[in-house]
């Protein structure tokens, strides 16, 4: 494979953004997912909500909403988007001690919305641990990666295998 058939170089072999200004606009979804391991003091502190910080699993969601909005000046060749809806689903897993975030977002455009569904996920882990280190450094966050996504030229995508 050489520089050409990288979309993302222009003919000095720079990094550009790329054009999409020719793509037809279509519905495009993504999901991506997150975990973040807990001991069980910390796990019961956030199920309980006796983080001194406040409520972890809100605070984390309202993050992740956030940092799906601010995709595009974090990472560099990402389109700003008109996102239609951002949604973060925070759960508690009693087995794993483990907070398990899915992000959704969709949107009508000519690019897809994959990064913005694994930052989301991304930073509401992060904000997890930015509300819990307080008790716990050890704490993993893990399994970060895109679900499925749907729309667009190269059309749908779902992991196999979780």
Known sequence: MS?????HFNDEGRAKMVNV???GITH??????GRVFVNAETFDLIKTGGMKKG?????????????AKRTKDIIPMCHPILMNGIDLSLSLNEEDLSVDIISEVTCDGRTGVEMEALTAAS?????????CKA?????????????DKSGGVHGDYH????
């Open 3 to 7: 520089e050409r058939d990288f979309t």
């Open 21 to 23: 200004g020719e793509k």
């Open 28 to 33: 495009r979804t993504a999901r991506a997912q």
């Open 55 to 67: 409520d972890v699993l809100t605070v984390a969601q309202v993050a992740g909403v956030m940092g």
């Open 123 to 131: 930073v509401a882990a992060l904000t997890v641990y930015d509300m």
């Open 135 to 147: 008790v716990q450094r050890d704490i993993r966050i893990s399994d970060i990666c895109l679900l």
């Open 159 to 162: 992991r196999e295998g979780l």
